[in-house]
């Protein structure tokens, strides 16, 4: 994914323990169209929805976040080199496996961490990298 803007949430007022994300995301690729015998590009829009567990001590800065969802995309695209069906949305699952810093009275926060999706019985694996502000 080149682009997606998200919100992140614990469901206490705390920086650790269960929350979620809800975004908008850009994503673009190429595929093959056999029918003009030329590779074409595709952009789609998604809307990622995650669950996550934030672990960490109290006051520290470093925490460690797992999170499942779904990312909703705008048209069936061609992730796995398996088919293209342009004319349907589709689901794709997601899991998040990051590294967190994220100070305990806010401010500029990151993560960076393995974030793979899942399709059609496959796992693709994918890197994710994130900067936020945290209030």
């Not at 999170?67 to 069936?76: D, E, N, S, V, Y």
Request: charge should be positive; proline fraction near 3%.
């Amino acid at each position: 994914m080149l682009f997606s803007a998200n919100i992140d949430r614990r469901f206490k007022k705390t920086n650790l323990g269960w929350g979620g994300r809800v975004g908008l995301g850009f994503v673009s690729g190429n595929y093959y169209d056999w029918e003009k015998n030329t590779y074409d590009q595709m952009s789609i829009v998604t809307v990622p929805v995650q669950v996550n567990y934030v672990f960490g001590k109290g006051e520290s800065p470093h925490t460690f976040e797992v999170g499942a969802g779904a990312t909703f995309l705008g048209k069936r695209i061609d992730v796995f080199d398996n088919f293209m069906d342009s004319g349907r949305t589709s689901v794709m699952g997601t899991a998040a496996f990051m590294y967190r810093r994220q100070p305990k009275n806010g401010g500029f926060t990151w993560r960076i961490g393995f974030t793979p999706f899942i399709y059609d019985g496959y796992i693709q694996a994918s890197a994710g990298v994130s900067v936020g502000y945290a209030f």
